[in-house]
């Protein structure tokens, strides 16, 4: 074998070998598109990988909708939620609406009917407050774990909208796929009495 072409298939091969042993760099977080109305989700996966996952939000219904996701403590699930976390604050919402208790009883009412392992719940952030016909988007990093997601806003005759069918599961299992985060451009942090703005808000689309 000539020289040059010797120095040739050595060299594809060590490229071949050095893409196949690149490390992964990552990609995109993966979309799933949920869409909101009175009173349910719908395009709410049964289950998800682990890893960064980008959660378009889209509200189709009369009245403003969002959700809170929870990651749930080991062992429960949204049954769980909907026949021991629901019932109790539908209950001291209603004492309180009709005047039964005040504001000040709320923290203690709530230790009292909750369940002890709901103070293990985890909330994980979601979509915000979304307007009828508008859109918003979140990228979220998810363990595996069972997550709940409900949207706890009130309807018209102030009963939540959760108590009414708002309210999924969605099981994270598996190996995480490869997704990185999104560079951010613009930071919000958050504290006790403050908000902290790093960056410039400017009309049109920021991460």
Request: include cysteine; glycine fraction near 10%; charge should be negative.
């Amino acid at each position: 074998m000539k020289p040059i072409v010797l120095l040739i298939t050595i060299l594809s091969l060590f490229l071949f070998i050095s893409s196949k042993q690149a490390p992964d760099t990552g990609s995109e977080p993966p979309v799933i598109k949920i869409t909101a109305h009175e009173y349910g989700f719908q395009g709410v996966p049964d289950t998800l990988a682990a890893g960064w996952t980008t959660i378009h939000f889209e509200n189709h219904g009369q009245q403003p909708h969002f959700f809170l996701l929870h990651k749930a403590p080991e062992g429960k699930n949204l049954d769980h939620f909907v026949q021991e976390v629901i019932p109790p604050f539908d209950a001291v919402w209603h004492e309180l609406r009709d005047g039964k208790i005040t504001r000040q009883q709320l923290g203690e009412e709530f230790g009292k009917r909750l369940p002890e392992w709901f103070m293990a719940d985890v909330q994980m952030g979601g979509p915000g407050l979304t307007e009828p016909g508008e859109t918003t988007q979140t990228t979220l990093k998810l363990d595996p774990g069972t997550y709940v997601l409900e949207c706890y806003l009130k309807d018209p005759n102030t009963e939540f909208h959760a108590s009414m069918g708002m309210v999924r599961q969605i099981v994270v299992a598996g190996e995480a796929n490869p997704s990185t985060p999104p560079d951010a451009d613009i930071r919000i942090n958050l504290g006790n009495e403050n908000i902290d703005v790093e960056g410039e808000p400017t009309a049109g689309v920021h991460t």
